[in-house]
């Protein structure tokens, strides 16, 4: 963080830190905050989930043209937030305590009854999904390539089941990065869960998150 807040003002660049869920519910947060101030001078936000909601909206909205019902669907390791966007506004948002790295460590049999609440709410409604976060990158990289991608939830149910049988070397093997090859599996099954309830045979992955989403927001506010 030191060396970002160093590099930041040699550019002369205007700066917002954020921080999401492993911050915000840690039971030492408030120290980890202060101790960054006082270590670098930054001031880091332990964003909600709604504002971390928000962001991303605004990330995919500069991304892809958002047209019709669209379900955004970001997942990190410990949240999941999840926003539906009507006529271009946002329509209801809301954010879980469901996580690619919690969900790897619960039994697979509970995914659909973890996903019924999300159904309910989008009765009556066909979305698209647009799914954000670095496991939904790693799947369009490793089946579509670089730039935003269209998955197929068929192949990707595909691939997943492929994943699953080999064990982290051989996924690594496989061109998963090393990093990912834990909660990959997990992650593709809850977008899978997900666009199961919102009735789509797809999913958007535009390549964008948390991160582009600050920028923008930034970028805005400086321009007035």
Do not use: C
């Amino acid at each position: 963080l030191a060396a970002f807040v160093r590099r930041a003002a040699a550019a002369g660049a205007r700066v917002r830190a954020v921080a999401t869920s492993a911050v915000r519910e840690a039971g030492n947060r408030d120290a980890f905050l202060a101790r960054v101030r006082a270590e670098t001078g930054l001031v880091l936000e332990a964003i909600g989930g709604e504002e971390e909601a928000r962001l991303v909206q605004v990330a995919v909205a500069h991304a892809i043209p958002l047209s019709g019902p669209t379900l955004l669907v970001d997942l990190g390791g410990g949240s999941l937030e999840t926003t539906l966007m009507e006529s271009g506004r946002v329509a209801w948002s809301r954010s879980d305590r469901i996580g690619a790295v919690r969900f790897a460590q619960r039994p697979p049999t509970e995914l659909d009854a973890m996903m019924e609440p999300l159904g309910r709410r989008l009765a009556g409604t066909r979305p698209t999904v647009v799914a954000t976060g670095g496991n939904a990158d790693e799947l369009a990289r490793l089946l579509a390539g670089e730039g935003a991608a269209r998955l197929d939830t068929t192949r990707l149910a595909t691939f997943l089941q492929e994943l699953e049988a080999l064990d982290l070397t051989g996924r690594v093997a496989r061109g998963v990065t090393p990093d990912r090859a834990d909660v990959v599996v997990p992650a593709g099954r809850l977008y899978l869960a997900i666009a199961k309830q919102a009735g789509a045979d797809h999913l958007l992955v535009p390549r964008v998150g948390l991160k582009e989403g600050v920028a923008w927001d930034l970028l805005e506010r400086a321009s007035g």
